[in-house]
């Protein structure tokens, strides 16, 4: 039984020859760079450069020598944008604190701080503010806030929308179909399709670590009081991002067709370590419609199964989530309430 194979009976809740693995094939199972160095040295490979795919968790690439010798079954189609809206492209050398040296984009703009604090700039311009910081000492990038003074007059729900997301262009989508398309004809691996669009109130995505001068609500206790305090506000941001993403659906779908086994929708975390982020009620009320449609699409026009991150304690959405079409729920933090397994 291969790879594909493997999954492909997990996801539809068959009996595999074994359980399947993942490593790295999405922002949310992935590792460390400093930890994947450790983790080649521990199985013997010398070969290869760490290199860093996301710069905002600090996440390594996965080579296929380590894949195939822990068994790992999976591998993610990303694109080569990151979270701070520049390329991965042009790689250049970059040390972190623990001395671990690192392959990362040439775009990645940094500076070292008086205080020994790494901060990098969205998109790669020096022209202002930088929006990530690693702490000295630190493994990975903190999201900077750059909430401009609030004016509720001007709070614009496209507007919010538009700075953050667009539609693919055709190079994107030229890239999904030749990647998916290789990974599918020379690999056995199940393919996980990173797409992210049902991720409403993504926080990492709130606070705009990819916009130069980011626009309306953006500090993350603003925006999660406004879920509350400007419902109507919110509601129109997520019904303009429904629209585009719904637009970016079908034409991913037309880009990777059936190949991809998996499709990732959404990274909005809803839990905390002691409870839910919000209550229920407003979840079926503000998400859960979005989440559900974007989710019964996929299911009448793919074979794909769709993947929900979430951290924090959810057990107070486990019923929503199902009811939601949601088939792969990724909680991670088994040590939050009600979370163990």
């Keep these: 039984m291969n790879s594909r194979e493997r999954v492909r009976l997990a996801i539809n809740h068959k009996e595999a020859d074994r359980i399947p693995l993942d490593l790295g094939s999405t922002l ?3 590792i460390q760079a400093s930890i994947y160095a ?16 996301d710069p905002f968790q600090m996440l390594a690439e996965v080579e296929d020598e380590v894949k195939q010798l822990l068994g790992v ?35 990645f ?3 070292v701080l008086k205080n020994g604090d790494i901060v990098q700039y969205p998109k790669g311009d020096r022209s202002v503010p930088p929006s990530g910081k690693m702490p000295k000492g630190g493994y990975y990038f ?6 401009e003074p609030i004016d509720e007059s001007k709070l614009d729900p496209k507007e919010w929308v538009d700075q953050m997301y667009s539609l693919y262009t055709d190079e994107d989508l030229e890239y999904l179909e030749e990647t998916s398309k290789w990974y599918y004809e020379n690999t056995d691996y199940s393919l996980v399709g990173n797409f992210w669009g049902a991720g409403f109130g993504d926080i990492a995505f709130v606070m705009g670590p990819n916009i130069l001068h980011p626009k309306g609500i953006r500090e993350p206790e603003e925006w999660y009081m406004s879920l509350i305090t400007r419902k109507q506000y919110i509601k129109e ?3 303009y991002q429904f629209e585009l993403q719904m637009k970016n659906l079908k034409i991913y779908k037309e880009a990777v067709q059936d190949r991809i ?33 974007m989710n019964d699409w996929v299911h009448k026009n793919t074979n794909w199964k769709t993947f ?34």
């Design 28 to 30: 949310v199972t992935g």
């Design 261 to 293: 086994d998996v499709i990732v929708m959404s990274g909005t975390d809803f839990g905390s370590q002691k409870g839910p982020f919000i209550s229920p009620n407003l979840y079926r009320e503000v998400f859960k419609p979005l989440h559900k449609a």
């Design 237 to 239: 941001i997520f019904q």
């Design 38 to 53: 450790k983790l080649k040295n521990a199985l013997g490979i010398s070969k290869g450069a760490v290199r860093v795919y």
């Design 73 to 107: 079954d999976t591998y993610g189609i990303q694109m080569p944008i990151t979270i701070f809206g520049y390329k991965n492209e042009n790689w250049k050398t970059f040390r972190m604190f623990d001395d671990t040296e690192v392959l990362i984009s040439g775009n």
């Design 308 to 341: 929900y991150h979430s951290c924090g304690s959810n057990v107070d959405f486990l019923d929503d989530f199902v009811s939601a079409g949601i088939d792969i729920l990724n909680p991670v933090q088994i040590s939050a309430t009600g979370m163990n397994p």
């Design 142 to 147: 903190d999201t900077i806030v750059r909430q």
């Design 109 to 111: 703009e940094y500076d």
